[in-house]
Nanobody, 125 residues
Framework: VQLVESGGGLVQAGGSLRLSCAAS????????MGWFRQAPGKEREIVAT????????YYADSVKGRFTISRDNARNLVYLQMNNLKPEDTAVYYC???????????????????WGQGTQVTVSS
């Protein structure tokens, strides 16, 4: 099982990026998935999470109204659209999948079983 993130990069404050997470090896179409991030010197934190069919989502307060999580189960993809980026959004962003079947999203990173290698997002001021 592999999760591979893409779409990170360097962007100016106020700009946008769209991260993608491609899953291979198994389908996660009935599982919660999430995006987390870790800035230098800080602990990894949740950014957004989505339930199996996209009907329920959760966002950290710091990104609410600016980021949107979505998924395409037919293609085993999860996205994170990031708008109005700020320098404090600079971090390595990780995609995660929970192997347990549940109708809900998951906020606790320790409930996720699979992780991608991360993609760097750098926002300049």
């Amino acid at each position: 099982v592999q999760l591979v993130e893409s779409g990170g990069g360097l962007v100016q404050a106020g700009g946008s990026l769209r991260l993608s997470c491609a899953a291979s090896g198994r389908t996660f179409s009935i599982n919660p998935m999430g995006w987390f991030r870790q800035a230098p010197g800080k602990e990894r934190e949740i950014v957004a999470t989505i339930n199996w069919n996209g009907g329920s989502t959760y966002y950290a307060d710091s990104v609410k109204g600016r980021f949107t999580i979505s998924r395409d189960n037919a293609r085993n993809l999860v996205y994170l659209q990031m708008n109005n980026l700020k320098p404090e959004d600079t971090a390595v962003y990780y995609c995660a999948a929970d192997s347990h079947v549940t109708p809900d999203y998951k906020i606790d990173q320790y409930e996720y079983d699979y992780w991608g290698q991360g993609t760097q997002v750098t926002v300049s001021s």
